[in-house]
């Protein structure tokens, strides 16, 4: 199975800061990777498909990059409504994996 | 509107059985492929189960494979998964969500776009 690891496993920063998280896939998976976002108590939220496609209704801020094994996602102005949980999923090949996961918190 | 709304989960004792139900509504369901996703306090997000819109392909992780069992009803816009043989390792939020293809010049992306609220399974004795 490919292996997904991101990193930081957790950030403190501030409303307005620029973050960027980092996943990097144990073998190369081309573009085949998304992003979700994850609140307390609810479901992940789609965020970017194809490595860099906006999902609908997603804000701009939020963009993705990479392709191969090395990708980022990056908020560029952090919002209040931002702090919550990252994951990358790869869907190259199955089984499907996800990422450990990146807890963005408030500084 | 897309709905996702899972139900049938609870305590069960290791070895046991539960099934769960996902009632989808506000997209044509039998057009999309379908998985179950869970999510264990410690091990994190888990892709479990997806099955085809026809419901001939159904793919498994190695850990589920042999004691569960994913199926749909189209005429009734339902995913199930048949879980047997549970284990404690099991215990997890399950989600239903919904799958969607994109296609670029890299070829067919799949991705979960909706998800349910999830269902809590715990298997102890």
């Known amino acids: 199975a490919i292996r997904m690891t991101q990193s930081p496993s957790s950030l403190s920063a501030s409303t307005g800061d620029r973050v960027t998280i980092t996943c990097r896939a144990s073998q190369g998976i081309s573009t085949y990777l998304a992003w979700y976002q994850q609140k307390p108590g609810k479901a992940p939220k789609l965020l970017i498909y194809a490595a860099s496609a906006l999902q609908s209704g997603v804000p701009s801020r939020f963009s993705g990059s990479g392709s191969g094994t090395d990708f980022t996602l990056s908020i560029s102005s952090l919002q209040s409504e931002d702090f919550a949980s990252y994951y990358c999923q790869h869907y190259y090949s199955y089984p499907w994996t996800f990422g450990q996961g990146t807890k963005v918190e408030i500084k | 509107e897309v709905q996702l709304v899972e139900s049938g989960g609870g305590s069960v004792q290791p070895g046991g059985s539960l099934r769960l139900s996902c009632a989808a509504s506000g997209f044509t369901f039998s057009t999309h492929w379908m998985s179950w996703v869970r999510q264990a306090p410690v091990r994190g997000l888990e892709w479990v189960a997806n099955?085809?819109?026809?419901?001939?392909?159904?793919r498994y992780v190695d850990s589920v494979r042999g004691r569960f069992t994913i199926s749909r009803d189209s005429a009734k816009n339902s995913l199930s998964l048949q879980m047997d043989s549970l284990r404690a390792e099991d215990t997890a939020v399950y989600y239903c969500a919904r799958v969607t293809q994109y296609y670029d010049s890299n070829g067919y992306h799949y991705y979960f776009d909706y998800w349910g609220q999830g269902t809590l399974v715990t298997v102890s004795s």
């Open positions: 099955i085809n819109p026809g419901g001939s392909d159904k």
